[in-house]
């Protein structure tokens, strides 16, 4: 049997602790805005304060955590104007890879994307397993485009915005629409037409947005309007 070479990619200890921390914040168990103390940090995972350290420098650059000297860390926040800007990023990116994947994706993507669309229903009371069915069935899609570096883009902006995200269901958005939406971006991609998948990944993500980045007079608002209705990028041609 053979062993596997010092240079072959592993995880390190630093790399799966910037994971579990990654997850701690996406379930909200560290609170968005809070501040927290590398030791403090460090005790709750059971590890030192050094790799707790380096684990946030990545966290950081990430946009998950800001550093303040001799402080701490403190969970970013997403204010409306970032919300605007990182779902505009997302209709540049997502609807171009879903009239992508609707031509490419192989018999396995497709199962793996209907598989999260399975879950997403099984689990549309526990708010939790929702979201992570959801994070699935979008990188089926970004990986059947066959862009593994984009997939990788949008999972580090569907973070920012993870604990607003979770904010719009049940309250201000059903599950049941969230799904029904979903359905449409798959059976469009399954369908093998491109353009119907685009069309439906734009709606979708226009539909989220609109219950994130403010209401109509907020200059978040005003931003985003400037990009999708006033002609700009994402518009639709």
């Given at each position: 049997?053979?062993?596997?070479?010092?240079?072959?990619?592993?995880?390190?200890?630093?790399?799966?602790?910037?994971?579990?921390?990654?997850?701690?914040?996406?379930?909200?168990?560290?609170?968005g805005g809070a501040l927290y103390s590398a030791q403090e940090l460090g005790q709750r995972f059971g590890v030192s304060r050094t790799p707790v350290?380096?684990?946030?420098?990545?966290?950081?650059?990430?946009?998950?955590?800001?550093?303040?000297?001799?402080?701490?860390?403190?969970?970013?926040?997403?204010?409306?104007?970032?919300?605007?800007?990182?779902?505009?990023?997302?209709?540049?990116?997502?609807?171009?890879?879903?009239?992508?994947?609707?031509?490419?994706?192989?018999?396995?993507?497709?199962?793996?994307?209907?598989?999260?669309?399975?879950?997403?229903?099984?689990?549309?009371?526990?708010?939790?397993?929702?979201?992570?069915?959801?994070?699935?069935?979008?990188q089926a899609i970004l990986h059947g485009s066959g862009n593994s570096r984009l997939a990788g883009q949008v999972a580090n902006l569907r973070d920012?915005?993870?604990?607003q995200g979770r904010r719009t269901i049940p309250g201000r958005r059903e599950a049941r629409q969230v799904i029904a939406e979903h359905e449409r971006?798959?059976?469009?991609?399954?369908?093998?037409?491109?353009?119907?998948?685009?069309?439906?990944?734009?709606?979708?993500?226009?539909?989220?947005?609109?219950?994130?980045?403010?209401?109509?007079?907020?200059?978040?608002?005003?931003?985003?309007?400037?990009?999708?209705?006033?002609?700009?990028?994402?518009?639709?041609?």
């Open positions: 049997m053979s062993v596997p070479s010092k240079t072959e990619s592993v995880p390190s200890k630093t790399d799966q602790l910037a994971v579990v921390i990654r997850d701690a914040i996406r379930r909200g168990e560290l609170a350290r380096e684990a946030l420098l990545r966290l950081a650059d990430a946009g998950l955590v800001t550093i303040e000297k001799n402080r701490g860390v403190r969970i970013a926040t997403a204010s409306e104007s970032d919300l605007a800007e990182i779902f505009t990023l997302r209709l540049l990116l997502e609807p171009p890879a879903a009239r992508r994947a609707a031509a490419r994706m192989s018999p396995d993507e497709l199962l793996r994307m209907d598989t999260a669309l399975q879950e997403m229903r099984d689990t549309a009371e526990d708010v939790e397993a929702f979201f992570a069915a959801d994070h699935r069935f979008h920012a915005i993870t604990l971006i798959a059976r469009a991609i399954t369908a093998r037409a491109p353009s119907g998948a685009a069309h439906a990944m734009r709606q979708h993500l226009l539909n989220s947005a609109e219950l994130l980045v403010g209401d109509e007079e907020s200059v978040g608002y005003l931003d985003w309007q400037e990009w999708v209705g006033g002609g700009g990028c994402c518009g639709e041609s």
